[in-house]
C-alpha cells in the first residue's frame, strides 16, 4: 500500500481540497484523485533524510536567545530609523563569515535565525568553501560580526547537529 499511495493522509486532503474548490462531479473526482496521488508520490521522491539532533539543551538555549537577540535588532533598527542617523552616520556592508557548520538542517536553522534578525541578512553560502556572506544594516567599525554570528549562533548548532 505504501508504494501505490506513499502519503495517504496527503493525497486523501489535497483529493477533499480539489472537490472543495470544484463542483462536484465524477470527471473533477478523477482528476483530483490522480492529481493527489501524482502529489502523494512527488512528495515520496523528495522525502529528505531524517534530522538527527543530539544536544537538545543547547536548541532550548537557542530558543531563549534568538528572541532576545530579534527583540533588541528590532529596537536598534527602529531607533536608527526613527533618529535619522542623528548618532553617527549608519552604514550598511557586506560580511565574510566562515562556517564550519556543514549539516544542511543546521544551515537552513541558521538561515533562518540570521534571516528573522532585523538588521541582517544571509545573502550567499559557499559550499564549497563554507563562507557565508552576511549584509548588515548598520556596520560599526570594529564589529565582529564573525566572532558573534560563530560564538551565539553556529557553535550552539555545531552542538545539535554534531
Not at 493522509?9 to 492529481?35: E, H, P, Q
Not at 563554507?130 to 553556529?154: A, K
Request: one cysteine or more.
Amino acid at each position: 500500500m505504501s508504494r501505490i499511495v506513499p502519503h495517504p493522509l496527503l493525497s486523501f486532503c489535497l483529493a477533499v481540497l480539489w472537490l472543495m474548490l470544484t463542483r462536484f462531479s465524477i470527471g473533477n473526482l478523477l482528476l483530483g484523485t490522480l492529481i493527489a496521488l501524482t502529489a502523494g508520490w512527488a512528495m515520496g521522491a523528495l522525502e529528505p533524510e531524517r534530522v538527527r539532533m543530539r544536544r537538545w539543551d543547547q536548541l532550548l538555549r537557542l530558543a531563549f536567545v534568538v528572541p532576545l537577540d530579534i527583540l533588541k535588532s528590532n529596537a536598534a533598527v527602529a531607533w536608527s530609523i526613527i533618529s535619522n542617523g542623528r548618532g553617527g552616520l549608519r552604514q550598511s556592508g557586506f560580511v565574510r563569515i566562515p562556517l564550519t557548520l556543514r549539516n544542511p538542517a543546521g544551515l537552513a536553522l541558521l538561515s533562518i535565525i540570521i534571516t528573522a534578525t532585523p538588521g541582517t541578512a544571509w545573502l550567499e553560502y559557499d559550499q564549497d568553501s563554507g563562507v557565508l556572506l552576511l549584509h548588515v544594516f548598520d556596520l560599526h567599525e570594529g564589529s565582529d560580526w564573525p566572532g558573534f554570528i560563530q560564538t551565539r549562533y553556529e557553535a550552539p548548532l555545531l552542538e545539535i547537529f554534531r
